[in-house]
């Protein structure tokens, strides 16, 4: 079975400063790779994708992500936090019939 | 060309009622995904419906639970005779295949009094 990790519940980052959250998966073939972002109230919103190719996916908003397949990571990344990207961000993945999704990583940054 | 809709946003409903959710796709959109989300918490995978067939329903309970792609018109998701634990956001998405990124809908929040 399929399953996605996202291991920190919340990341706090200072305005201007490199942000990372982490995502894991599990996955015995090739999967495709999403990260999703979601503001209250809302529902979740398309970020970037991994298919096939170059293992740095570039995105919406500034924001990458690093395919590693011998780590089964998929990491988001942005080189410059805003306030405003404080939100809740899902990692997902999908092989086979299933759309799973990790539990989510609070980012919080500050000003 | 719209997004996804959901429809109701916001339902309200007394235990023992029915409560149905309506969920229409992108065009072109042929797979669609329902999810439950508790506040400050994941989604749950619940059903994922091809045009009148479910492909896999794992994630949904075996009572009270039903979901439908008719070849006409939006998904649906049927919850009856709900309880106080029904009470969630209910979140669809759908894509045009399964490589391609899903779209969501706003959700409907259902609250069970």
């Known amino acids: 079975a399929q399953s996605v990790a996202q291991p920190e519940d919340q990341v706090n980052v200072a305005e201007g400063n490199p942000l990372t959250v982490k995502c894991t998966y599990s996955?015995?073939?090739?999967?495709?790779l999403f990260w999703y972002v979601q503001y209250p109230n809302r529902g979740l919103q398309f970020l970037l994708k991994y298919i096939t190719g170059d293992n740095l996916v570039k995105g919406s908003y500034g924001f990458e992500a690093e395919f590693n397949k011998s780590q089964t990571s998929f990491h988001l990344k942005k080189p410059s936090a805003l306030v405003s990207d404080s939100a809740l961000y899902f990692c997902?993945?999908?092989?086979?019939?299933?759309?799973?999704f990790g539990g989510g990583t609070r980012l919080m940054v500050k000003p | 060309n719209a997004g996804v809709m959901q429809n109701p946003r916001h339902l309200v409903r007394r235990r023992g009622q029915e409560a149905r959710l309506r969920c229409s796709p992108m065009?072109?959109?042929?797979?669609v995904y329902w999810y439950r989300q508790l506040p400050e918490e994941g989604l749950k995978f619940m059903v994922y419906l091809q045009k009148e067939n479910i492909i896999d329903e794992s994630g949904m309970p075996k009572e009270r639970f039903s979901a439908e792609f008719p070849k006409e018109g939006p998904s649906i998701l049927r919850i009856q005779q709900v309880v106080r634990g029904d009470s969630a956001a209910y979140f669809c998405a759908t894509c045009r295949e399964l490589k391609a990124e899903a779209f969501f809908g706003q959700g409907t929040r259902l609250t069970v009094v």
């Open positions: 065009k072109g959109h042929s797979h």
């Open positions: 997902a993945v999908n092989y086979g019939n299933m759309l799973t």
């Open positions: 996955v015995s073939g090739n999967p495709y």
